[in-house]
């Protein structure tokens, strides 16, 4: 059985900085499509980043020249830097995979099989 477990979150002032750690426990291919989403409080989740199975990255562009996603290959654990913080990057953060080798929009469409908890990220001002 496939798990997905973030850590990483916290409260933070605007500006500051936030590393969020997705670890993969259970049998799944060793490059998996992986990435983060987010979800804000009465908003539909949103991708943050995607990392297909060659390390090919597409980003949203909320988060483009802020967030670095990265993935630690062979331990299947997903990391998402985010710098410079603002409010509007209040939300649960989620890590999901899918199985098996995903390259380009086959990874970055979805769909994604396994989900982790979440990690709460709060910026006040």
């Known amino acids: 059985q496939v798990r997905l477990v973030e850590s990483g979150g916290g409260s933070v002032q605007s500006g500051g900085s936030l590393r969020l750690s997705c670890t993969v426990y259970?049998?799944?291919?060793?490059?998996?499509?992986m990435g983060w989403f987010r979800q804000a409080p009465g908003k539909e989740r949103e991708r943050v980043v995607i990392?297909?199975?060659?390390?090919?990255?597409a980003y949203a562009d909320s988060g483009k020249g802020r967030f670095t996603g990265s993935r630690e290959v062979p331990e299947n654990t997903l990391y998402l830097e985010m710098n410079s913080l603002i409010p509007e990057d209040t939300a649960m953060y989620y890590c999901?995979?899918?199985?098996?080798?995903?390259?380009?929009?086959?990874?970055?469409?979805?769909?994604?099989?396994?989900w982790g908890q979440g990690t709460q990220v709060t910026v006040s001002e």
């Open positions: 990392i297909d199975s060659h390390g090919g990255t």
């Open positions: 999901a995979a899918a199985a098996g080798f995903r390259l380009g929009s086959r990874c970055f469409n979805g769909p994604y099989n396994y």
């Open positions: 259970g049998d799944i291919y060793s490059r998996p499509c």
